[in-house]
């Protein structure tokens, strides 16, 4: 046994380094109110855990601690995902202002757990694992919901809470069932149990699977359990409706490929219910969209209508849609967190999340405003950014599956999604500004911009890299 922990070990520092900080900045930051040294102790865990990373050898399938969690290359995209977007969300969040400083040290520790829990959802090879996995994740994003002193703060924390022990008990539901069925927990033994099973008992594996597609739904923001995406991402901190945007979202696809891939003697009945889900989330989010005037509500509509067209890799379930649904989410990483970035430092010199704040902003903050604008554009898949990319595969993958109808839908959601990401666009030049003077963007935020901008645009430019890496590791392991 200590055999098996040890070598499991030696293939999982990095969640260890992360784990073991995590405990470290807490203890810290009870000592001390200095948010200074707590934040060195976050950035020397990141850095020890990425290196960590960086040198952990990844052979094509590992099963670690008695096969609860497997390391292979396609966690591996996952992990280095995680390990980004919590970065990110670290910087954001040490320059946003609105977040109490004698709570920073906290929500430091809490981000660290999040990025343990996010690489779990990505390992996980074992029902029981999976959920504490995601529990762990919702779990301290319910915590960091809650940060800010005020009413619509308290009220998102709550309902994040709500509904997420409601899609929670209907996973669980779902995890009993198919633990009933086939008599294992493990995934592997899972898809050997279901290639051996009747007809009767396939349907109702179908049963099984819409009880945990539900649970994870609400992780990603799916239509119909994204009710609490706009009110969350209103009342939360502006670095942590980043972090929630993008981690979470990406860890749920990775949690969701590996259960569809154990449960995929079941798939073709649904492929139906999946693909008709996923025209519904992207239509809904961009209509819903053109309404708002909050911006940190606008991203939230966005963010589900992007959880549609990142449906499409998964409702065609072939290798060309899985690998084009991983190169959209490494480009939906870097443009969405841009753009987040941009809002804190829009929401730090104004005070005000409305768009009207973003009114003049090219006179007031060119930079600022020029890589706002390449976000944006990304996130609506205009080329040679990176957004275009990714969705040129997403339709390519819809099309080659013999999907056509979704690839229209997508085009046509594009369209509709052009209106009002242009039309902040059109606030930033053209519209007349509140104040004139000009307004300094912290150096930790435009350090998060400068990160996203180069990404969004050289991955749009020379995509090559990514895609090779993507389709030879993490495709062809998983498939």
């Not at 065609?316 to 649904?325: F, I, R, W, Y």
């Amino acid at each position: 046994m200590s055999t098996v922990l040890f070598d499991s070990l030696r293939s999982w520092w990095p969640e260890t380094i992360l784990s073991a900080g995590a405990l470290i900045v807490f203890v810290a930051a009870s000592w001390t109110h200095n948010t200074r040294p707590v934040l060195a102790l976050t950035w020397a865990t990141l850095g020890a855990s990425a290196l960590a990373l960086w040198q952990t050898p990844v052979p094509p399938a590992t099963e670690l601690f008695f096969g609860l969690i497997v390391c292979d290359p396609f966690s591996l995209v996952f992990r280095w995902l995680a390990l980004v977007a919590v970065a990110m969300t670290v910087l954001l969040m040490g320059a946003s202002n609105d977040i109490d400083v004698s709570l920073r040290g906290e929500a430091y520790g809490l981000l660290l757990l999040i990025a343990v829990g996010l690489m779990l959802m990505a390992e996980a090879n074992h029902l029981l694992m999976a959920y504490v996995a995601m529990e762990l994740v919702s779990l301290s994003a319910y915590v960091l919901a809650g940060f800010l002193d005020d009413s619509r703060s308290a009220e998102a924390s709550l309902k994040y809470l709500l509904f997420g022990a409601l899609s929670s008990g209907i996973m669980l539901f779902g995890m009993s069932l198919l633990f009933g069925l086939t008599g294992q927990l493990a995934f592997p033994d899972i898809a050997r149990a279901c290639t051996a099973l009747s007809d009767p008992a396939t349907q109702a594996l179908s049963l099984i699977i819409l009880l945990l597609l539900a649970g994870l739904a609400f992780k990603i923001s799916m239509v119909p359990f994204h009710m609490w995406t706009p009110d969350v991402y209103e009342g939360a901190p502006v670095a942590v409706t980043a972090l929630l945007s993008v981690g979470p979202k990406a860890a749920g696809f990775a949690l969701l490929i590996r259960l569809m891939h154990a449960l995929q003697v079941a798939w073709p009945p649904l492929v139906a219910t999946v693909a008709a889900l996923t025209i519904v989330t992207m239509t809904f989010g961009n209509l819903v969209a053109l309404v708002q005037t909050n911006v940190k509500r606008l991203l939230a509509y966005s963010t589900i209508g992007q959880v549609g067209y990142l449906l499409i890799g998964f409702a065609v379930n072939t290798s060309v849609g899985l690998q084009a649904l991983l190169v959209y989410l490494v480009a939906y990483l870097f443009m969405n967190l841009g753009a987040f970035a941009c809002v804190v430092a829009v929401v730090n010199e104004s005070g005000s999340e409305s768009l009207d704040a973003f009114r003049g902003l090219a006179t007031r903050a060119p930079g600022l405003a020029l890589a706002c604008s390449l976000f944006l554009l990304s996130l609506a898949g205009i080329p040679p950014l990176v957004g275009f990319i990714g969705k040129f595969l997403l339709f390519g993958a819809a099309i080659e599956g013999r999907q056509m109808w979704l690839a229209v839908a997508a085009a046509f959601n594009s369209a509709i999604a052009l209106y009002y990401y242009v039309n902040l666009i059109r606030l930033m030049y053209f519209g007349r500004p509140v104040q004139r003077t000009p307004f300094r963007v912290a150096p930790a935020i435009r350090l998060a911009l400068g990160v996203c901008a180069v990404a969004t645009l050289a991955l749009g430019l020379l995509p090559g890299a990514l895609l090779s890496v993507i389709h030879a590791q993490a495709i062809l392991n998983l498939l």
